[in-house]
């Protein structure tokens, strides 16, 4: 089992800047890499990050590239999101999820509870 705890969320004002955390804990050894989701109210999960934890390899959605970075602290079990030029439509509960698969074929078996991004015009 591997256990994710996110933090960081809040309110913002459009323009403004959050960074999200996420701490794994358990059978970290079994991840390949990690990712950041979210979801909007009525809209499907979809994915926003990834990174592949050793080679740091990593993906963005197009509607992030350029404002988002995803980083990680491998000795402190730890993913990061700097999230800058907010815009409201990045309003979601934002996941963390740790990916057992590979670059290719991500399998994401542990979620943590997520954490509220709110951007405000």
């Known amino acids: 089992q591997v256990q994710l705890v996110e933090s960081g969320g809040g309110l913002v004002q459009a323009g403004g800047s959050l960074r999200l955390s996420c701490t794994a804990s358990?059978?970290?050894?079994?991840?390949?890499?990690m990712g950041w989701f979210r979801q909007a109210p009525g809209k499907e999960r979809e994915i926003v990050a990834r990174?592949?934890?050793?080679?740091?390899?990593?993906y963005y959605a197009d509607s992030v590239k350029g404002r988002f970075t995803i980083s990680r602290d491998i000795a402190r079990n730890t993913m990061y999101v700097q999230m800058n030029s907010l815009k409201p439509e990045d309003t979601a509960v934002y996941y963390c999820?740790?990916?057992?698969?590979?670059?290719?074929?991500?399998?994401?078996?542990?979620w943590g509870q997520g954490t509220q991004v709110t951007v405000s015009s």
């Open positions: 999820a740790a990916d057992s698969g590979s670059w290719l074929k991500p399998r994401y078996d542990y």
């Open positions: 358990g059978r970290t050894f079994s991840t390949y890499a």
């Open positions: 990174i592949s934890w050793s080679a740091g390899r990593t």
